[in-house]
């Protein structure tokens, strides 16, 4: 697989060695050194697969020859420890051909180094050992645009605030010395330079890999800056490859091992610490969305609370819209991917499910706020009429009405007890009537209401959780507390066994505080505390399986709503005439208590619907009264 080497070094005559001899052996020729007279002959070289020179815009076309170019290089260094040349060693992916290879060099000594002046000698190697590589040679003076070498530094006189020359010093010969300060003339001796190569080359090996649609990357980076808790190997070197190749321990390659095996239990240390990164970040997101719903909870019972004040409606509409714009802002988060919610039998991605959930709940309650402000408004604009009577009103009138009909009650009641029919049964078709009527009052409520309500799994899912997550650490506390004991009971002189236990109980004690640490996101600093918490949540989850039990009863209330009033218009059509008057009394006595969980205002509603739709179906004669009084209140105002 591609991986990333690029490393820099400086060839220097300080240290015996030579650019021409260095350039003889990366190119696997036979090259003369005019400086030293030494001939540096690599021709029986293995490996060598390909070389090439690459000039910069003002050098001369003669140093296209490798001899030439470096004897000059040799020529114009003088100094005894003189720096000659830089060279870079890069490793090239084995997922390119020979061809691609040369050619991502090529293209990467052109970016990099020949448009910045420098001429490159470059050769690549591949023994077919897995190891193909690139040696890159460039020069470390500028070439003038008349082809003269030019100054690696200058030497600039440092300046006193007057813009003079400092004295530094009179020598011997009473000359005098001024303060200078060296200044590199290009900055290819800079770290920055150094970073911006390595960068380079990972970007073009990149670029290549993609080109070919190659799923492999490189990263220049080190492995701190990316993040990964890695020791990186040692180079092993030639002579301590060989020595491995024979069967022969190396100190390198015995340190390499050690760091192979770190690294193992370095990488499952990783691995369950971003596990436990994971799962924190899955329950603070948990813990944000549930803010979200409990807040749009608060504002449903506020609702119920403040059906008829136009103050505290106006409040919570506000609140509802500023609720709405923040989820509709939110973005998914990285915990969030991968997680789905399964609802009626279907995964729905975590953030779209919660999203549309709080906004489909937001909805609804702005739906309902909207529909009591108009009906406060509604009786704001007509003051003459008599204020609708309120549920205790209503009820106390129809106790009054039983009252009147028990026996001994009014002077009128053996007049009206010889009314009615023996043959006919009241009770039973007043009962009757009156179940009709509150099944379709409640059906009217139940239509108003949503067919459609999503659960909100959070509640159950944290309940869970918190339980796991308490029986976990007490199992990992009485593991501790094992551990801890059989440690106690060891003798001085067994160093080896407290050490096994002691690495023992240093992964639970890592285990543990991740742990705590969750229960910590749930709001739990004591696991003490757990019981209580785990109880809210369960009470929440049965609060949010009502909610979806209701939902679904409202599921076809407009058909029963119809199917009520119908059973009730054809029962009461039977009703003769005589005994209307003493079926509606008995329709009074059957009071139906409010449906759990509907407003007053609601059934409010229901039942004046009711009252002006079914009622009146048992006072015929009074309907055609007030038609008739209708009719004659408009002919006498045309009369007029």
Same mark, same amino acid.
């Given at each position: 697989?591609?991986?990333?080497?690029?490393?820099?070094?400086?060839?220097?005559?300080?240290?015996?060695?030579?650019?021409?001899?260095?350039?003889?052996?990366?190119?696997?020729?036979?090259?003369?050194?005019?400086?030293?007279? #030494?001939?540096?002959?690599?021709?029986?070289?293995?490996?060598?697969?390909?070389?090439?020179?690459?000039?910069?815009?003002?050098?001369?076309?003669?140093?296209?020859?490798?001899?030439?170019?470096?004897?000059?290089?040799?020529?114009?260094?003088?100094g005894s420890n003189a720096q000659l040349a830089r060279e870079y060693e890069v490793a090239l992916p084995i997922e390119l051909s020979r061809d691609e290879q040369i050619e991502l060099v090529r293209d990467y000594v052109r970016e990099t180094f020949v448009k910045n002046g420098m001429c490159a000698d470059f050769a690549i190697h591949d023994k077919g050992d897995?190891?193909?590589?690139?040696?890159?040679?460039?020069?470390?003076?500028?070439?003038?645009?008349?082809?003269?070498?030019?100054?690696?530094?200058?030497?600039?006189?440092?300046?006193?605030? !007057?813009? !003079?020359?400092?004295?530094?010093?009179?020598?011997?010969?009473?000359?005098?010395?001024?303060?200078?300060?060296?200044?590199?003339?290009?900055?290819?001796?800079?770290?920055?330079?150094?970073?911006?190569? %390595?960068?380079?080359?990972? +970007?073009? =090996?990149?670029?290549?890999?993609?080109?070919?649609?190659?799923?492999?990357?490189?990263?220049?980076?080190?492995?701190?800056?990316?993040?990964?808790? @890695? &020791?990186?190997?040692?180079?092993?070197?030639?002579?301590?490859?060989?020595?491995?190749?024979?069967?022969?321990?190396?100190?390198?390659?015995?340190? *390499?091992?050690?760091?192979?095996?770190?690294?193992?239990? $370095?990488?499952?240390?990783?691995?369950?610490? *971003?596990?436990?990164?994971?799962?924190?970040?899955?329950?603070?997101?948990?813990?944000?969305?549930?803010?979200?719903?409990?807040?749009?909870?608060?504002?449903?019972?506020?609702?119920?609370?403040?059906?008829?004040?136009? +103050?505290?409606? @106006?409040?919570?509409?506000?609140?509802?819209?500023?609720?709405?714009?923040? =989820?509709?802002?939110?973005?998914?988060?990285?915990?969030?991917?991968?997680?789905?919610?399964?609802?009626?039998?279907?995964? &729905?991605?975590?953030f779209v499910y919660h999203q549309q959930k709080a906004l489909a709940d937001i909805c609804d309650l702005q739906d309902r706020v909207s529909r009591y402000l108009s009906v406060i408004e509604s009786q704001r604009q007509e003051p003459e009429q008599k204020p609708a009577p309120t549920a205790y009103e209503r009820l106390q009138a129809k106790q009054e009405a039983?009252?009147?009909?028990?026996?001994g009650r009014g002077a009128g009641e053996p007049e009206q007890r010889q009314a009615v029919s023996p043959a006919f049964d009241v009770a039973g078709t007043a009962r009757q009537l009156a179940a009709h009527r509150a099944a379709f009052v409640t059906a009217t409520i139940q239509s108003r209401g949503r067919t459609n309500y999503q659960e909100n799994p959070i509640? @159950?899912?944290?309940?869970?959780?918190?339980?796991?997550?308490?029986?976990?650490?007490?199992?990992?506390?009485?593991?501790?507390?094992?551990?801890?004991?059989?440690?106690?009971?060891?003798?001085?002189?067994?160093?080896?066994?407290?050490?096994? #236990?002691?690495?023992?109980?240093? *992964?639970?004690?890592?285990?543990?505080?991740?742990?705590?640490?969750?229960?910590?996101?749930?709001?739990?600093?004591?696991?003490?505390?757990?019981?209580?918490?785990?109880?809210?949540?369960?009470?929440?989850?049965?609060?949010?399986?009502?909610? =979806?039990?209701? +939902?679904?009863?409202?599921?076809?209330?407009?058909?029963?709503?119809?199917?009520?009033?119908?059973?009730?218009?054809? $029962?009461?059509?039977?009703?003769?005439?005589?005994?209307?008057? +003493?079926?509606?009394?008995?329709?009074?006595?059957?009071?139906?208590?409010?449906?759990?969980?509907?407003?007053?205002?609601?059934?409010?509603?229901?039942?004046?619907?009711?009252?002006?739709?079914?009622?009146?179906?048992?006072?015929?004669?009074?309907?055609?009264?007030?038609?008739?009084? @209708?009719?004659?209140?408009?002919?006498?105002? %045309?009369?007029?």
């Open positions: 697989m591609a991986i990333y080497h690029c490393h820099c070094k400086v060839i220097s005559r300080g240290q015996g060695r030579s650019a021409v001899g260095a350039a003889a052996y990366r190119s696997g020729e036979r090259l003369t050194n005019d400086y030293d007279g #030494i001939t540096h002959d690599y021709t029986n070289k293995g490996g060598v697969v390909y070389s090439e020179v690459m000039l910069c815009e003002n050098a001369p076309q003669e140093y296209q020859n490798r001899a030439i170019l470096w004897n000059e290089v040799e020529r114009q260094e003088k897995g190891n193909p590589h690139a040696h890159i040679m460039l020069t470390m003076r500028p070439i003038e645009k008349n082809g003269e070498w030019g100054a690696k530094a200058i030497n600039d006189y440092v300046l006193d605030k !007057n813009g !003079n020359r400092i004295l530094q010093k009179v020598d011997k010969n009473n000359r005098k010395i001024y303060k200078r300060v060296k200044r590199d003339t290009t900055d290819w001796n800079t770290k920055e330079f150094l970073q911006r190569s %390595r960068e380079n080359w990972a +970007a073009i =090996v990149n670029r290549e890999l993609e080109k070919k649609n190659l799923p492999q990357r490189v990263d220049h980076r080190s492995l701190k800056e990316q993040g990964k808790q @890695r &020791i990186p190997t040692e180079h092993i070197g030639v002579a301590a490859k060989n020595m491995e190749k024979r069967g022969k321990v190396s100190e390198r390659g015995e340190r *390499n091992r050690e760091i192979t095996a770190a690294n193992r239990q $370095l990488l499952a240390v990783a691995k369950a610490h *971003n596990q436990v990164v994971r799962e924190i970040n899955a329950i603070r997101e948990d813990m944000a969305w549930s803010k979200v719903h409990e807040g749009i909870s608060g504002l449903d019972k506020q609702l119920h609370i403040a059906e008829q004040d136009e +103050a505290k409606l @106006r409040l919570i509409q506000e609140r509802l819209s500023v609720l709405s714009a923040n =989820v509709q802002r939110q973005e998914p988060s990285k915990a969030s991917e991968g997680r789905t919610v399964v609802y009626e039998k279907q995964e &729905i991605p975590y039983i009252k009147k009909e028990m026996p509640y @159950r899912q944290q309940a869970a959780q918190i339980a796991d997550l308490v029986k976990r650490e007490k199992e990992q506390g009485e593991s501790i507390r094992a551990l801890q004991a059989e440690k106690d009971k060891l003798g001085l002189f067994k160093g080896r066994e407290k050490k096994a #236990i002691q690495q023992k109980l240093d *992964n639970f004690y890592r285990l543990h505080g991740d742990t705590i640490d969750k229960l910590k996101e749930f709001g739990i600093t004591d696991p003490a505390q757990a019981d209580t918490v785990i109880r809210e949540k369960t009470a929440l989850a049965a609060q949010e399986q009502a909610k =979806v039990k209701a +939902a679904r009863a409202n599921i076809g209330a407009a058909d029963r709503a119809a199917e009520a009033k119908t059973a009730f218009l054809d $029962l009461a059509r039977r009703v003769p005439p005589e005994q209307r008057q +003493a079926v509606e009394r008995e329709m009074s006595k059957c009071v139906a208590a409010d449906e759990p969980g509907q407003t007053t205002l609601a059934r409010f509603e229901a039942e004046v619907e009711a009252r002006r739709q079914l009622d009146t179906a048992l006072k015929p004669e009074q309907a055609q009264e007030r038609t008739h009084q @209708r009719t004659h209140d408009r002919g006498r105002d %045309r009369d007029r």
